[in-house]
């Protein structure tokens, strides 16, 4: 459906120059300051905006996203489809709950034909993704759930490959996740079945790389998943505990691991004829393992033997490119997005950040949509993420996307621009606190050059966030008290937070034609309408109500 151009909005005269948002991408109001990074680093920019302008605290988490509950973080995901499209839909993590708690997915077509696979061939059912709680990728019940039903259905071997986090739960977690779950499989065996964990790895070693940023991630995921490559160990526990001791890394950024009997084959690689279910349900960390299952003309790597199985996703990763070809849940529908209403009134927009976040400016931020609206009116612009350590590297590309957001607003070319900074989330996750003090302060002088560039070109200036990560870089305990690790020093923290995020509306010629309070108690969803009021239209009927309070 094509959407009609935006009605003006009488009690606001656009500015001279463009409207900014700027997201500061895990960028939050920290709870406890002994771990919170943006206070404790020397912002004077940010704060100078604080203390000045209009802003308010905007919720950026459960469901004021989209998420099943208030207990649920906010993600970077979600938090984009929101900013985006104006409104909260039910998410990945909700929309697969429901679909498992009533089993809605089971009595799917997609599922009894992967079922129908491995029974009628005899053939073994995979799982591959991320092995947590976190309920931002994935969650393990509902893998836990899909291997309950698979052994009602009479399969008798399975077989699963887990992505270890440590990111969005706490870094040294994974032991807490794999012997519950070896009890499980040990009860479904208890009854003749063939389960068991095949392979695995740190999210940010194998498998789950986004945005083509390192393809070498996925090629190693392949090499132990599929044909079982790797080293060798007898259980998930030995390889895990050997690997942290050998290494001394966290459970993201473990080494692979292969599951064998005899140290020498693999008991679980990946054959013909068998049936592989990608469990996780949020998209930009599967499109390339699925790419890598189901695309013919493929090049990132060489996939060597590339087995002829039945791959199906937990959800439709990109409704563009239709990926993957099977799927469990239907995606949330979202429609109507902030960027296709600005193309239908002939408004030119640049949405920028670098390899980590370039999807979320763009695929997300336009309701999972790989393409342009309008080529005429849309410009994306990617800036190459660097393949090292974030917290080697903590300023990462925040002045290279400065320099082109600078340009961009005085060159009078856009009426409106979106950028992404991804210090205080990559760096942020971690867990290394003085890495992430260093990027907030090097984000403080990207917003410095960024409102000299605003007041320049009489722009207007709106900084927020998807999520918060950055302001709560230690555990704690219920009572408030700080959780220490074995050495007494703070435990650190690698997930997102639940605490609420800026919005700040920097307006250096501004008439006052709006209150200095902005509204207080709404989601990072009325952003969208807050940005389409500040470029003079009205939002559209349905849209979550700006911040902004006109006289």
């Known amino acids: 459906m094509k959407l009609e151009a935006l009605k003006k909005n009488p009690k606001f005269t656009p500015r001279r120059g463009p409207v900014v948002l700027a997201i500061l991408d895990g960028v939050g109001y920290g709870k406890y300051s002994d771990g919170d990074a943006v206070k404790r680093a020397n912002m004077p920019t940010f704060r100078s905006l604080l203390e000045h302008c209009p802003n308010t605290r905007l919720k950026a988490h459960g469901t004021a996203v989209g998420m099943p509950s208030d207990a649920d973080m906010g993600n970077s995901e979600v938090g984009h489809n929101a900013i985006g499209c104006g409104r909260v839909f039910s998410q990945g993590a909700k929309l697969v ?90 009860e479904l065996n208890a009854a003749g079945a063939d389960y068991r964990i095949a392979s695995g790895g740190g999210r940010m070693a194998i498998t789950m790389d986004r945005y083509g940023a390192n393809w070498d991630m996925v090629r190693r995921g392949w090499e132990i998943h599929v044909h079982g490559n790797g080293e060798k160990f007898k259980s998930a526990t030995d390889a895990i505990t050997a690997l942290r001791e050998r290494t001394g890394a966290i459970d993201q950024d473990l080494p692979p691991f ?50 002829q199985v039945m791959y199906a996703g937990m959800m439709e990763y990109d409704g563009d490119l239709h990926a993957p070809r099977l799927y469990l849940v239907n995606p949330p529908e979202i429609d109507r997005t902030m ?21 979320h400016v763009s695929y997300f931020f336009n309701g999972n949509r790989s ?49 992404n900074f991804p210090n205080g989330d990559m760096v942020g996750h971690t867990g290394d606190i003085n890495a992430v003090i260093v990027a907030m302060e090097a984000l403080d002088l990207c917003l410095t050059r960024i409102k000299a560039a605003v007041d320049a070109a009489g722009a207007v200036l709106v900084i927020s ?87």
């Open 258 to 307: 292969v599951i064998s009997d005899d140290g020498a084959t693999p008991v679980g690689a990946i054959e013909d004829g068998d049936s592989v279910i990608f469990f996780n349900f949020r998209g930009d960390r599967s499109l390339e393992i699925t790419a890598a299952f189901e695309n013919d003309d493929f090049d990132h790597f060489d996939r060597g033997r590339r087995p």
């Open 465 to 551: 966030a998807d999520h918060g990560n950055a302001d709560d870089m230690y555990e704690h305990k219920k009572d408030g008290s700080l959780k220490t690790d074995s050495d007494g020093n703070p435990a650190r923290k690698t997930s997102h937070s639940l605490n609420p995020v800026p919005c700040i509306v920097y307006d250096p010629e501004s008439h006052g034609e709006y209150l200095p309070e902005l509204r207080s108690g709404l989601g990072i969803s009325s952003l969208a309408a807050t940005c389409i009021e500040l470029l003079g239209y009205q939002a559209p009927e349905g849209y979550d109500p700006s911040v902004l309070q006109f006289r």
């Open 97 to 186: 709950e429901e679909a498992v708690s009533s089993k809605k997915l089971f009595a799917g077509d997609v599922w009894k034909q992967l079922i129908d696979n491995v029974n009628s061939r005899n053939s073994t059912l995979h799982f591959i993704g991320l092995f947590s709680d976190g309920n931002v990728h994935s969650h393990i019940d509902h893998l836990k759930a899909m291997l309950l039903e698979a052994r009602a259905a009479g399969v008798k071997r399975a077989r699963i490959h887990i992505l270890l986090d440590g990111r969005d739960v706490p870094e040294t977690s994974a032991l807490d996740y794999v012997g519950p779950f070896e009890a499980f499989l040990a």
């Open 339 to 359: 960027d296709e209403y600005l193309c239908a009134s002939g408004v030119r927009q640049l949405a920028v950040s670098e390899t980590q976040k370039y999807g």
């Open 371 to 419: 393409g342009k609206f309008n080529d005429q009116y849309d410009e994306y612009e990617e800036i190459r993420s660097d393949v090292v350590p974030f917290e080697q590297r903590p300023w990462m590309k925040c002045a290279e996307i400065t320099d082109r957001v600078v340009a961009a607003i005085g060159s009078g070319d856009f009426g409106m621009i979106r950028l």
